[in-house]
């Protein structure tokens, strides 16, 4: 199978609406990367999603809505959500929720937790899909398990394009990294940082919002430490480069890529996935990255760096 490359048009997006609801695998742009998408209600083809990234079946997925009326019908919802959603979607922003009883979204989604993660996507070619299909979209990350994620749709194609059916060009993804992603199944708390902050969500709900670290690491079962990782071992905080090491530069420093010579944290964010695909395609044994410093969207570039940089697992 070779994926077939479909265009924002009314026709390819008419295809990719029809593969989602045969049950077929097609990969969509989103604003913060790209996502491997299936019908969440149907068994077969979210399992398709897992056997297509050889991804562990203990890490669930987070199920992609067009409204908000979609997400009440899969999650308990609550103020908090309800405020949240209304700040902040559509946009970079999941939330995990209690799974309604009658939701109907297979059991391998949520890798048989009581919760659900869901967000409404803003990129605009993920909106015109989602109202096509009229279903809820499952999707990871269209990258094979562990590796670093994709941005841009050459991206998609080099991982997974012999595995699904299509995927739908919607040109670089612009936010870059992954959505920010909050537990809001009990006390306020972030599982994954991203573009939308703690700092914006705490003053959004008037409350603190717990870190992963203080909280039950059970809430977080997907949070795998080496993630990201490219062929390369990865070396973080460079201040000098060594003989042979491939430089990735934050701000004025001589180097090989630059995810921002201003130092600008929103254009490395955007930046970061696909400079390190282009470095670990050359081939280095060793990719040196200058230090990215944390805060607002330096906080989400730095976790997921040290995560790219963690010793890997198996
Ligand atoms: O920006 C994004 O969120 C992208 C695009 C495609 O939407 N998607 C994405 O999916 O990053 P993925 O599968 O690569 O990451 C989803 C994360 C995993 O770490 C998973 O463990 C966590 O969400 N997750 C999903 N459901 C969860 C739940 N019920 N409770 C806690 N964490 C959950
Ligand atoms: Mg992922």
Known sequence: MTAKILQDSPEGLDIAAQLLRDGALVALPTETVYGLGADARNDDAVAGIFAAKARPGFNPLIVHVHDIA???????WSPEADRLARLFWPGPLTLVLPLRRDAGVSGLVTAGLPTLAVRMPAHPVARRLLQRAGLPVAAPSANRSGQISPTRVDHVCAGLGD??????????????LESTILGLDGAPTLLRPGAVTRDQIAAALGQPVLHRRDADTLNAPGQLRSHYAPRARVRLNATDWAQGEARLGFGPVDCDLNLSPSGDLDEAATNLFAHLHRLD????????????????????????????????EG
Do not use: E, K
Request: aromatic share 0%; net charge positive; charged share 15%.
């Open 70 to 76: 979609a997400a009440q019908r899969l999650v308990a």
């Open 163 to 176: 595995r699904i059916a299509a995927v739908v060009d919607g040109g670089p993804c612009g936010v870059g």
């Open 281 to 312: 395609a050359q081939g280095a044994a060793v990719i040196a990255v200058s230090p990215v410093p944390h805060q607002g969207m330096g906080i989400a570039i730095n976790d997921r760096l040290s995560r790219a940089a963690a010793p890997r």
